[in-house]
């Protein structure tokens, strides 16, 4: 296991022990994995995406930030999964 590996999880061990949990589950590594810079910054983005693709359906040109309005992800939307007969 690497190193931010192996802090990621002794800091959810710490947060869980904190609020007297005797096991180690996702909403604790979650939680110490928001601790980290690179993750609040995903989430950021994330939530930057969700907001566009509500506001405009993802039809506004690509910024080269995220990836859900390119032509590409467009044309993948808009095809239908019913078969033609």
């Known amino acids: ?9 002794a800091d959810a061990v710490s947060y869980a022990a904190e609020h007297g949990s005797t096991d180690l589950n996702t909403k604790h590594l979650l939680r110490a994995a928001l601790q980290y810079e690179r993750t609040t910054e995903l989430r950021d983005r994330i939530g930057e995406l ?4 509500e506001t405009d359906g993802g039809t506004e040109p690509d910024d080269g930030r995220t990836t859900a309005a390119s032509p590409t992800h467009r044309a993948a939307r808009s095809t239908s ?4 007969s």
Do not use: K, N
Request: proline fraction near 12%.
């Open 1 to 9: 296991m690497s190193h931010p590996a192996r802090r990621l999880v």
């Open 50 to 53: 969700c907001r566009r693709i």
């Open 81 to 84: 999964a019913t078969p033609s």
